[in-house]
């Protein structure tokens, strides 16, 4: 069982940045690969970006590669997700989740933990 715990959304203006964090529980963090998916009122769950279980393979949507970085410190049980060049299309509920498949997925239903979600927006 994985406990995931969000943190660092908040209000920014387009243009500048923020950085979420995930804690996680338990002593199997390394054993996941984590993804963030983010999720506007009316719309679906959105893939944001993925990180290995080890950190060396990552992936990101077109809509935020090269302004978007995902991290993880597995002495810390954390991953992160650095925002910048923020833009108020990138407003919505981010979640961060765990997979125990050992390959790159953008797919929800192939995620096993959830987080609770942070609310970010960016406001024009």
């Known amino acids: 069982q994985v406990q995931l715990v969000e943190s660092g959304g908040g209000l920014v203006q387009a243009g500048g940045s923020l950085r979420l964090s995930c804690a996680a529980s338990g002593r199997t963090f390394g054993s996941y690969a984590m993804a963030w998916f983010r999720q506007a009122p009316g719309k679906a769950r959105e893939f944001v970006a993925f990180i290995s279980r080890s950190g060396g393979s990552t992936s990101y949507a077109d809509s935020v590669k090269g302004r978007f970085t995902i991290s993880r410190d597995n002495a810390r049980n954390t991953v992160y997700l650095q925002m910048n060049r923020l833009k108020p299309e990138d407003t919505a509920v981010y979640y961060c989740?765990?997979?125990?498949?050992?390959?790159?997925?953008?797919?929800?239903?192939?995620?096993?933990?959830w987080g609770q979600g942070t609310q970010v927006t960016v406001a024009s």
């Open positions: 989740a765990a997979t125990g498949r050992g390959f790159v997925t953008s797919t929800p239903d192939l995620y096993d933990y």
